[in-house]
């Protein structure tokens, strides 16, 4: 005998959570699957950043800022949320130019930012490091959340609030609109599936996976323990590496050749993707990273050359009072080269929801509300 619900979401990470949380909301009944006890991959392993102004203006920062107060929204449900702000902190002419264009263009693209000069800056973020400052860009609108903890909240909120069902340990082997089934031997009956396992649709559909264009990054991050004395990081750290990183800075006319300069200056961070970023979860750890590593050049043992890179780097930004690495880990996720979300449906009424290229927890919940009207 089949069980019967609206909605099966497969996954029990950010999106596959974001996804139940919208369904559930308009009055469907959900049932969640994940294979694992909790939420173990790159919904757990990041930076608990939520992260606007890292989105190209227009439609994509629109969804991050929705996100953004989805998140407020759970603080209500027990989830640590602290709203931070982000630093960009540049100290070379040439990144001190693109964020100058960048302060200049914003309020026309309706993107919340301002530029802080040196002496200002030392003052209102003393955790920077001042020596060769010369100039940061400030956003208030970016968030912190502790992945673990959040993903350990969310699930018992939708479950007491809307009755959503989750099933642990359990892998869906089969589906078979309107069928899903376990490997247990169990099946459901639904109206929608929705396969939210980032790169792991692999698994139920490799013909899809394989058209997708989708391509898995690896990255390296590390955390130390908690600062004593109650010491703030305040804003989340970023430096002018960052600028090279993220695509809201494209605007810039400079940004072509500030990347020139990475290039010959510092090809191993180019080589590795490390562009470096700090935040500091609600226990004082400050969680550091990272570097981005593709497909076939992806290894399974982590890389110490990449930690310290990214550790020197992050000397020339803040000033920690004990910056010893308690913690290191990697995650993978799946990108998609030109969307913020790869999305498909391989049967009718079933729908592949792969992860939004490493911003989930910047763009989860405002793609769901968005996906579900």
Known sequence: ???????????????GLAHAWSAAARGLSVVVFERGPRAEMASVRNFGMVWPIGQPAGERYETAMRSRARWLELRDAGVWVEECGAVHVVRRPDELQVIEEFAAVAPGLGVAC???????????????????????LHSPTECVVDPRQALAVLPEFLARKFGVEFRYRTAVTDVQMPFVRTAAGDEWRVDRCLVCSGADFETLF?????????????????ATGPQPG???????????????????????????????????EMPEHVK???H???????????????????????????????????????????????????????GVYAKHPTHPQFAAEPQPGCHLLASPGGAGMTLAFGLAEAWWG
């Open 1 to 15: 005998m089949s069980r019967r619900e609206d909605v099966a979401v497969v996954g029990g990470g950010i999106v």
């Open 230 to 264: 109650g010491w703030k990081l305040g804003p989340h750290v970023a430096g002018g590496l960052t600028l090279a990183h993220y695509a809201a800075f494209e605007v810039c006319e400079s940004l072509p050749a500030l990347k020139e300069r990475f290039a010959a």
């Open 276 to 330: 470096v970023m700090a935040s500091q979860n609600h226990l004082g750890e400050v969680v550091i990273g990272d570097s981005h590593e593709y497909d076939d050049a992806i290894s399974p043992f982590d890389s110490r050359r990449t930690d310290d890179l990214i550790l020197d780097y992050l000397k020339r930004l803040v000033r920690l009072p004990d910056p010893t690495i308690h913690r290191r880990w990697h």
């Open 272 to 274: 590795l993707g490390i």
């Open 206 to 222: 490799p013909r899809e996976f394989a058209a997708s264009g989708l391509t898995r990054c690896k990255l390296q991050m590390m």
């Open 114 to 136: 301002e530029l802080v000069r040196p002496a200002d800056a030392a003052r209102r973020f003393p955790a920077l490091n001042p020596d060769g400052l010369l100039g940061v």
